[in-house]
T-cell receptor, first 115, second 115 residues
Framework: AQSVTQLGSHVSVSEGALVLLRCNYS??????LFWYVQYPNQGLQLLLK??????LVKGINGFEAEFKKSETSFHLTKPSAHMSDAAEYFC?????????????FGSGTRLSIRP | KAGVTQTPRYLIKTRGQQVTLSCSPI?????VSWYQQTPGQGLQFLFE???????NKGNFPGRFSGRQFSNSRSEMNVSTLELGDSALYLC??????????????FGEGSWLTVV
């Protein structure tokens, strides 16, 4: 079975500082991993995904994540935070080849940006 | 191309009433999934449809039901509404039920408030 743990329900950084949102997963088979962002009163928007191949994945809005199998991690980073990055971020895992019903979401991390 | 469209965006219902939410997937996508999002429970899977057939169902009571039409549009219905049904209901679409890294795309959601 798959599971996802997002460390820190709330992260606060200063504008221009590094953003690091942590995600650890558990999967007995090769996983596909996703990061979604949810702005207030909106649905979930895909930031980036890892399926196979290059372990460093670049997404939209300057975000990237690195798949580290040895650490079972898929942390999300952005070199310089912007006020518009304030939102809730969800890490998700799905077993390769599984249907959408099997996607497992983390509990979310709310990112706040200090001016 | 157009994204996942959900209607209505906001609605208020009284306890005991029923509600129907609608979802139009991305053109060409045949798989539609529904999720309930609440502050306490996070994102929970409701059901998944493909080619008018329910393929998977989450752990929700029978008051929650859904269907998919031949054009892949989907509806979900909640009967005998309870206060605890107040939530954001998210619809998501993907190309097909079996993943090969298929990304799940979400709509903006329907905010349901039960009073």
């Amino acid at each position: 079975a798959q599971s996802v743990t997002q460390l820190g329900s709330h992260v606060s950084v200063s504008e221009g500082a590094l953003v690091l949102l942590r995600c650890n997963y558990s999967s007995s088979v090769p996983p596909y991993l996703f990061w979604y962002v949810q702005y207030p009163n909106q649905g979930l928007q895909l930031l980036l995904k890892y399926t196979t191949g290059a372990t460093l994945v670049k997404g939209i809005n300057g975000f990237e994540a690195e798949f580290k199998k040895s650490e079972t991690s898929f942390h999300l980073t952005k070199p310089s935070a912007h006020m518009s990055d304030a939102a809730e971020y969800f890490c998700a895992v799905i077993r390769a080849g599984s249907s959408a019903s099997k996607i497992i979401f983390g509990s979310g991390t709310r990112l706040s940006i200090r001016p | 191309k157009a994204g996942v469209t959900q209607t209505p965006r906001y609605l208020i219902k009284t306890r005991g009433q029923q509600v129907t939410l609608s979802c139009s997937p991305i053109s060409g996508h045949r798989s539609v999934s529904w999720y309930q999002q609440t502050p306490g429970q996070g994102l929970q899977f409701l059901f998944e449809y493909f080619s008018e057939t329910q393929r998977n169902k989450g752990n929700f009571p029978g008051r929650f039901s859904g269907r998919q039409f031949s054009n892949s549009r989907s509806e979900m219905n909640v009967s005998t509404l309870e206060l605890g049904d107040s939530a954001l209901y998210l619809c998501a679409s993907s190309p097909g039920p079996e993943g090969t890294g298929n990304t799940i795309y979400f709509g903006e959601g329907s905010w349901l408030t039960v009073v």
